[in-house]
């Protein structure tokens, strides 16, 4: 049996960063493919005749060309659920990596619901929602994107500046048809109304299209906010601006009909060392 590539470990792409975002290459052990010598098709016979099929070569560069697109910033190329870990005293981390396990094994993402999650910094949420991204495009080839939340209100922003190079249905649109949406950081920076109006009907159109979104924040609803900061978050750094007031109600109500809550407490994972990870 041939051993497995050292560079890819046999997956056949490798990830990298590329400037701000993460970046994924079809290994050189698959750019030459000994399938098809680099052709990307195979010749196939049907019916008593030689047809030429696309080498099966052609879905991994198709996985990498969607994992590009998906926008996973640098750091985050290679987060996996299966490297999220929690201790004893963390359930609510452990909810959250059972919830993101089973993204993985759904067979589509239509009508699923999606998930909110609600924590202070560093407890992994932004690790859970890019190891989906990662997953879902480059071992399942099925279209993602990842915003970050303010960078998404600054672009909108630009694009009533008289000289602006984007319009505000070309940054809508392809949110409203990918398949899973990620949106990181709800709640940072305090985005206008007019923002949140097109956030909202971002978030209205996917909801009625039945498509899924996952979404992180360090803000509290309202009806966790008490109970939160009298216990552990506040220790840990956690807002005490309720998120409703922070992204709008409607915007709010919306992502509760089309997502679950998981509030997430636990250690701070950028202040702990390497063991106790
Ligand atoms: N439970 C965990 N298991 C393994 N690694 C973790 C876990 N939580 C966080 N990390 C790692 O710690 C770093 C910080 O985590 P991450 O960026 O996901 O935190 P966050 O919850 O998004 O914080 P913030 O609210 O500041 O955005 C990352 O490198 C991440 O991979
Ligand atoms: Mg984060
Ligand atoms: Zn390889
Ligand atoms: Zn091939």
């Not at 960063?17 to 195979?42: I, N, S």
């Not at 305090?190 to 109006?197: C, D, I, P």
């Not at 979404?215 to 216990?231: I, V």
Request: charged share 30%; hydrophobic share 35%; with cysteine.
């Amino acid at each position: 049996m041939n051993r497995p590539c050292d560079l890819c470990d046999g997956h056949g792409y490798r990830v990298s960063a590329r400037g701000e975002v993460a970046y994924a290459q079809v290994c050189e052990c698959r750019v030459a493919c000994p399938e098809c010598k680099g052709q990307r098709f195979v010749l196939r016979v049907e019916g008593g005749y030689e047809v030429a099929a696309p080498c099966e070569c052609v879905t991994l560069f198709e996985r990498v060309r969607l994992f590009n697109l998906a926008g996973v910033p640098a750091g985050y190329g290679e987060k996996t659920v299966a490297e999220f870990r929690y201790g004893r005293g963390e359930p609510a981390l452990g909810r959250a990596k059972t919830r993101f396990g089973q993204y993985e094994k759904k067979a589509d993402f239509d009508s699923a619901r999606g998930v909110l999650l609600v924590g202070p910094p560093g407890v992994g949420k932004t690790h859970l929602v890019t190891a989906l991204v990662g997953y879902t495009t480059l071992q399942r080839g099925i279209a993602c994107r990842f915003v970050d939340f303010f960078d998404l209100t600054a672009r909108i922003r630009e694009t009533y500046r008289r000289d602006a190079t984007e319009s505000e249905l070309g940054i809508i649109e392809p949110l409203v048809s990918v398949p899973v949406l990620a949106i990181d950081d709800l709640g940072k920076g305090r985005g206008s109304n007019y923002e949140l109006t097109i956030i909202d009907q971002l978030i209205t159109r996917r909801y009625n299209a039945r498509r899924i979104v996952v979404a992180t924040t360090n803000y509290f609803p309202e009806a966790h906010l008490k109970q939160h900061l009298d216990g552990p978050a506040r220790r840990m750094g956690a807002t005490t601006e309720p998120l409703e007031e922070r992204i709008g109600e409607r915007l709010f109500s919306r992502l509760c009909e089309m997502a679950d809550i998981i509030v997430m407490e636990g250690a701070d994972r950028r202040q702990m060392t390497g063991a106790r990870r």
